[in-house]
């Protein structure tokens, strides 16, 4: 002791195989949150609707596997939404990405009068959230009477669409969601192709801000 401010005591500390067994653990853990990282994000729980919301920006095969899903879900109607295209705007007829779903969704034959395409205004972030309050105001304009719809996007970008989508729409309309395979990596071992692991990790990050910030 000296002067009464010190004093000597014993601590416990972990020993080479204490610390072996730490990292290992935390390999483990690590590991795990990896592996289940892309399931959680790719989240698929539909419901029974009336309304089929497809996002605009999807590939052609996932509209056309949206496609199908109208017919055996026999919905009402298709509604596609989506911003201004990021490639080809001076070029094309059609300015946003959800009037090209809605047209590739006709020529894959269902009926023009079955598909609605609600555009949104050019934003530089927060775009999902954006495009689902689109939807929103169309909803109270046309189709407030409306209480269930079915959210279709593509692997782990789903379940932030599927939060943005539920927290625009409120309580009042149910909101399911619908993930298509995303077929430019295999989900199982994604972080072996710059694709997969570019995809998981920016979503990953994304739907962390996006809680972060309530």
Request: net charge positive; hydrophobic share 45%.
């Amino acid at each position: 002791m000296v002067f009464g401010l010190l004093k000597r005591r014993e601590a416990w500390c972990l020993t080479w195989r204490g610390r072996l067994v730490a990292v290992m653990a935390a390999l483990i853990t690590l590991m795990t949150a990896v592996r289940g990282c892309a399931p959680f994000l790719s989240a698929d729980q539909p419901v029974e609707a009336q309304v089929l919301i497809v996002e605009g920006w999807l590939p052609d095969y996932a509209l056309k596997d949206a496609s199908e899903e109208f017919v055996r879900g026999k919905y009402r109607y298709i509604i596609t939404a989506g911003g201004p295209l990021l490639e080809g705007y001076y070029f094309s007829t059609r300015k946003t990405t959800a009037e090209m779903a809605a047209a590739t969704l006709v020529e894959l034959g269902i009926a023009s009068n079955s598909v609605v395409a609600v555009s949104s205004p050019p934003v530089a972030r927060a775009r999902t959230l954006v495009e689902a309050q689109s939807v929103k105001k169309w909803i109270q304009d046309k189709d407030p009477d409306l209480r269930s719809v079915n959210l279709y996007s593509l692997g782990v970008h789903s379940r932030r669409s599927w939060v943005a989508f539920k927290r625009a729409l409120g309580d009042r309309v149910k909101v399911g969601v619908i993930a298509d395979a995303d077929r430019s990596y295999e989900m199982d071992r994604w972080w072996t192709s710059s694709e997969g692991f570019q995809s998981v990790t920016s979503e990953a990050l994304a739907y962390v801000l996006m809680r972060l910030r309530g």
